[in-house]
């Protein structure tokens, strides 16, 4: 049985349906394929109430999800063999068995975290920067004032930003690190500002997060889902703290920021993280925000349209 719906569009209207009649030919590839000659009927049918599941499109289409569907519909983009346009694409001259697979990988890691988002009663933002000065910690703390219900700010940035109790960040870490089961108390002493938000502040030094390991974040965020006090978490992540790479997956979504006379230090971490850290880099969003604080109406529209494009 069918359990998924694929949506093909690519210029070579023979590959298209050549892939599609063979996906469906298949009884027991849990895909079915519809292939389309025209990217306009494309956008017409994710524009209605269908049950589309993944987009496999000509890397060369023009495609902005925030534009042209009504919910987030992930995209596996075909290219032939030259530059990559897009990060999560798959040479499309090889055998549509390979494809196949290909596939069905992608539908497994979006059913494992759309299944995660549906579990999840807050969401989770991971925001960071490999360069400086681009308004990293004023997009962190705008994501916490903007959104609904109750947000908690964490700060793991390679020097404090803003002043607050480092007494305070010190508890929290020791408790992350050995699993403490007053994590609870501590959380709940936190005062909340005027927009609901709690701040568990950057410690002084860098350092102090080299002995956290991945597993801490975990059980964090395991012991948050138990607690149910927030519906937004946010961590403002520095360079210089961040330990694991690895713990970008433990987040909903991911904010990476950019700067236009940056591209090269860009550049260079794009390819790292493709490379290294594949899936990962698969829900990785590269940004570029207003140089603007973080309680500015132009702040608070930006991050506002930012999220609707979630």
């Known amino acids: ?14 590959f298209a349906f050549s892939l599609m009649n063979y996906m469906n030919g298949l009884k027991e590839f849990p895909c079915m394929g519809i292939a389309f000659t025209d990217m306009e009927k494309v956008r017409e049918y994710c524009k209605e109430d269908n049950q589309v599941d993944l987009l496999l499109l000509n890397q060369n289409v023009e495609w902005n999800p925030m534009e042209e569907c009504a919910k987030r519909i992930p995209v596996l983009w075909l290219n032939q063999g030259q530059d990559l346009v897009h990060k999560n694409s798959v040479y499309k001259y ?5 494809l196949l697979q ?3 990988q992608q539908m497994g890691q979006q059913t ?11 969401t989770v933002y991971g925001v960071y920067s490999p360069i400086g000065r681009c308004g990293k910690t004023n997009l962190a703390r705008a994501i916490c ?21 480092t007494c305070m960040s010190q508890e929290f870490l020791y408790k992350m690190k050995v ?11 936190l005062e909340e500002d005027e927009y609901k938000v709690s701040y568990i502040p950057s410690a002084l030094c860098y350092l102090d997060y080299r002995e956290l390991v991945m597993e801490d974040i975990q059980w964090f965020l395991e012991q948050l889902r138990q607690m149910n006090l927030y519906t937004t978490v946010v961590f403002d992540i520095g360079t210089g703290s ?3 790479f690895r713990i970008f997956s433990l987040f909903h979504y991911n904010f990476v920021l950019t700067l236009e006379e940056e591209r090269e230090k860009e550049k260079h971490f794009r390819t790292f993280m493709n490379q290294s850290f594949q899936t990962i880099y698969q829900n ?5 925000v207003p140089n603007a604080s973080y309680d500015s109406i132009k702040m608070e529209e930006y991050v506002v349209n930012l999220l609707k494009g979630e």
Not at 7 to 12: F, N, P, T
Not at 94 to 98: K, T, V
Not at 112 to 122: N, V
Not at 179 to 189: D, G, P, T, W
Request: no cysteine; charged share 30%.
């Open 242 to 244: 961040l330990f694991d």
């Open 94 to 98: 090889q055998s549509a068995e390979n």
């Open 102 to 104: 290909v596939i069905i």
């Open 145 to 165: 004032q903007y959104q609904q219900g109750r947000s908690l700010y964490i700060g793991l940035e390679t020097y404090q930003s803003f002043e607050e109790d």
């Open 1 to 14: 049985m069918k359990q998924y719906q694929v949506v093909i569009y690519d210029e070579e209207i023979d």
């Open 284 to 288: 990785i969003q590269f940004i570029q």
């Open 179 to 189: 699993h403490s089961k007053s994590m609870k108390e501590l959380l709940e002493r």
């Open 112 to 122: 494992q975290q759309k299944e995660r988002y549906e579990t999840d009663s807050f």
